[in-house]
């Protein structure tokens, strides 16, 4: 039996597909989420942490790490001009533990 060799990449795989790596699209039509950044954090639907590393990532809680390239992302987004062309609502938090669901009824998008 060849478990023990499946163990390790069992947990890295685990791991990986619970992260938030994100990428920014250049065109809309590339993005999976259509994203607008609101100026005060009441009217997001979502507080987004921006992290340093893909490890610090969290599964869905507002905690990003953006990635260079498309095929590194779990999601693509792309941000739009306008708030009504936006499929979510976004405001950038300063730290790490204000990061979070203010609209439970979007959490979809991000799965």
Same mark, same amino acid.
């Given at each position: 039996?060849?478990?023990?060799?499946?163990?390790?990449?069992?947990?890295?795989?685990?791991?990986?597909?619970?992260?938030?790596?994100?990428?920014?699209?250049?065109?809309?039509?590339? *993005?999976?989420?259509?994203?607008?950044?609101?100026?005060?954090?009441?009217?997001?639907?979502?507080?987004?942490?921006?992290?340093?590393? *893909?490890?610090? *990532?969290?599964?869905?809680?507002? !905690? $990003?790490?953006?990635?260079?390239?498309?095929?590194?992302?779990?999601? !693509?987004?792309?941000?739009?001009?306008?708030?009504?062309?936006?499929?979510?609502?976004?405001?950038?938090?300063?730290?790490?533990?204000?990061?979070? $669901?203010?609209?439970?009824? !979007?959490?979809?998008?991000?799965?």
């Amino acid at each position: 039996m060849k478990i023990p060799q499946l163990v390790p990449l069992l947990v890295f795989f685990g791991l990986n597909s619970y992260s938030q790596k994100i990428f920014s699209t250049d065109y809309e039509n590339q *993005a999976d989420v259509k994203v607008f950044v609101v100026q005060y954090e009441n009217q997001a639907d979502l507080k987004v942490f921006k992290e340093s590393y *893909a490890n610090q *990532a969290s599964q869905n809680e507002g !905690k $990003w790490f953006f990635v260079d390239y498309s095929n590194q992302a779990n999601k !693509k987004i792309y941000f739009v001009k306008y708030e009504n062309q936006a499929d979510l609502k976004i405001y950038f938090v300063k730290y790490e533990n204000q990061a979070g $669901w203010l609209n439970n009824s !979007k959490k979809h998008l991000m799965y």
